[in-house]
């Protein structure tokens, strides 16, 4: 009998199996060969990926299948379509009560009856009060708090401009957290429908199945804490704990969405998943910012939180990319789409690598809407390490985009930016290659040639909304030869204009072995591979 | 080997799912829903999708459950639904395959006989008793077990365990060989 646990093929065939091992074409051609010949190596990997996958599989739990729960409901509890649901209830808020099949006598009397406690009630009572379905806790804001009602009731539509609010569900024990301008119909013990604002979530055990319907979707809570924000334009979910279910408007099996997991919906397309699983990439604390004379200048923008600072002649409700579309499209020469913006501290080009959710705040970017996101602009003279033709990588969730010489050479934007929706730059993606956590991949520019001579470079890096942002920007010179991961993919160096200090590299490192380790992807970061920014440009 | 267990009879479930009583498919996915879930997670890489496959196969089986020929074999059926839904997966990622997936793809065809005929040979009873065979495992040899599932990978796990990737393969192959045995048995007793 084979002893296979030392035979190196089987063991190589099952690292290739669980594992993607890298083999190279020769190795894999043999190890199919001996695949072909040996039944008893077929026979004992067919056993062992066979068990694998069932130890898997039982370890792993009883899943939960939305959709065919919906299938095996029995009929008389299926629902009617979610729209219809939902505008059932705001019609008719004390529908709860549902009738079985009576005989006509048995409703003369029910009706009698019904009759006689409607006259009893309202001998004491003119008004009989709507259930109280939850109980605001806090109010900080500028309306009136003793105008606001202490407890809400079914159907009851709430809604204030600014400020925030608190409140618990009675009988679920659901905790809400709204931000004004927000406007929501509280539809049921369990159910809110949110027709503008941002309200955060923690739902206990017994709250599981808590509902938020949006005009795009409906969220179901099956334990968890998360943030639904609706606006005109669609709606957004980001989950902080735990696992939602998000139902279309008709009834179409559910989909799943867990811990970190964000998407949008338009009110036209379909779900937008922005990140299945929490990225957990590693964000590089923020070095130094003080300004040597051979660092890349930068400055971080956003829009003002007080729309009274905003310039009243001009709309600013479609994000901080759109806003810079002219001011790449003149080639960085007109700065006037920069009024009204406000902007943090000074930055210093370090490099564009991992997360970057604390970013604006580290760079004193205070008071910035963060609904219509931020940019960094870094610009400068640079003198590449040798001349020859260069070509960018990276991705950005949301915008990235280099010009050399006023030209823009790279955009590795998210799908949503306006850099790569308005401005056509070359781009390719390169889905083999993964790069945080992006579906894209690396994306790649177009070759451009440096000579020994200084250019002017302009890099936009930065967030369209709130604050899930991460990017990364590698560079590559023609003909360089560079390490390779052992799947294949070449490791270029970080885009830098400064060598880091021992700290960064420290963080940087861990950064490039989260990606090797969960992502498969990676960079190097090269001394030889620094661009210099001359003294005193 | 390809019977269930001796006490359940698919057959007659099946027969009042047509008639209407769609409930008692609940049955059915109870008693066939680890061996399709392990089918499908021994062939697919990432856990959620097989996980989302097994699903997609029970949704199949119940659309088409008049096509099932009763008197026949239900799990043989259930089975050839869930290899569809793998093939069309497969089908569908193929444009996505980097050099290593093609050989998954290829090693997959190599053997696709012998892991049908491993498929068939786990009986729904022993494998009601893996968990508890699991739980006897040591518990090195049950933390690498788990950590298979968790996704951590095979380099990070030898680092700290502080033996070779080869040696993680080999344990996993001699737990494996020992949760069978552990399985087949009347009395499950400690292994290893």
Known sequence: ?537 | MTSPSSKFNPDNIVHDVLQGNKDRFRLLVKEYGLLVRGFLSARVYYLEDAEDLAQETFLVAFSKLSAYKLGTNFRAWLLSIAKFQLTNHWRKTKGRANTMDKFRHDIADAIQPEMMKASNQLEKERMAKLLACIAKLPDRTRHLIRAGLDGVRVESLAEELKVKPNAIYQIRHRAHIALRKCMESDEPEPVL
Not at chain 1, 3 to 30: G, I, M, T, V, Y
Not at chain 1, 239 to 264: H, T, Y
Not at chain 1, 499 to 505: D, N, R, T
């Open chain 1, 1 to 537: 009998m084979n002893n296979f646990d030392k035979d190196q093929d089987f063991l190589d065939l099952l690292a290739a199996w669980h594992e993607n091992k890298n083999l190279s074409p020769a190795r894999r051609k043999s190890l199919l060969d001996r695949l072909a010949k040996d039944s008893a190596l077929r026979v004992e990997l067919a056993g062992e990926i066979e068990m694998a996958g069932l130890t898997r599989a039982a370890q792993a739990g009883e899943p939960r299948w939305l959709e065919l729960e919906e299938i095996l409901e029995p009929e008389n509890s299926q629902t009617a379509g979610f729209e219809d649901a939902v505008m059932e209830k705001l019609k008719a808020p004390d529908s709860s009560i549902s009738f079985k099949s009576f005989s006509f006598p048995q409703l003369v009397w029910i009706g009698l009856a019904a009759c006689v406690l409607f006259l009893f009630s309202n001998f004491f009572s003119e008004k009989p009060e709507k259930p109280g379905v939850a109980e605001i806790i806090r109010f900080e804001g500028k309306e009136n708090s003793k105008d606001l009602k202490k407890i809400l009731t079914q159907g009851e539509e709430f809604s204030f401009e600014h400020g925030l609010v608190e409140m618990a569900f009675r009988e679920s024990g659901v905790h809400l957290v709204g931000t004004g301008p927000l406007q929501m119909t509280l539809v049921g013990n369990g159910r809110v429908f949110l027709t503008k604002g941002e309200i955060k979530l923690v739902v206990p055990p017994q709250g599981i199945g808590f509902v938020v319907d949006t005009m795009e979707r409906k969220f179901v809570d099956l334990g968890t804490s998360f943030v639904v924000q609706a606006s005109p334009q669609g709606s957004k979910v980001l989950v902080l704990d735990g696992e939602i279910a998000v139902g279309e408007r008709n009834n179409n099996p559910s989909q799943l969405m867990r811990k970190g997991s964000m998407a949008d919906f338009d009110r036209d397309s379909k779900m937008r998943l922005r990140s299945g699983k929490p990225s957990g990439v590693p964000e590089i604390s923020l070095p130094p910012m003080v300004l040597r004379p051979t660092s890349l200048p930068g400055k971080i923008l956003g829009f003002p939180k007080d729309p009274s600072e905003l310039d009243k002649n001009k709309h600013f409700d479609h994000g901080i990319s759109k806003q810079l579309l002219p001011l790449v499209q003149a080639g960085f020469e007109r700065e006037d789409c920069l009024q009204g913006l406000i902007s943090g501290r000074p930055l210093r080009f370090n490099g564009i690598a991992g997360t970057y959710d604390r970013f604006p705040k580290a760079a004193s970017l205070r008071a910035y809407n963060s609904n219509l996101g931020w940019l960094a602009w870094y610009e400068g003279k640079i003198k590449a390490p040798q001349p020859g033709r260069y070509r960018f990588w990276g991705y950005a969730d949301n915008h990235l985009l280099v010009a050399v010489n006023g030209k823009p050479v790279f955009e590795g934007s998210r799908y949503d930016s306006a850099f790569r929706n308005h401005l056509n730059i070359f781009r390719n993606n390169h889905p083999s290659f993964p790069c945080l956590n992006a579906r894209a991949g690396f994306a790649r520019g177009e070759w451009f040639e440096i000579a020994e001579s200084t250019v002017d470079i302009d890099l936009l890096f930065g967030e369209s909304s709130q604050n899930q942002t991460s990017g990364i920007l590698l560079i590559e010179r023609e003909g360089e030869a560079y390490e390779k991961t052992y799947w294949g993919q070449p490791k270029w160096p970080l885009f830098l204009t400064e060598f880091p200090e021992e700290k960064q590299v420290a963080e940087l490192d861990a950064l490039r072995i989260h990606m090797e380790e969960n992502i498969q992807g990676s960079f190097s970061i090269s001394r030889d591979a620094v661009w210099q920014v001359p003294s005193g440009s």
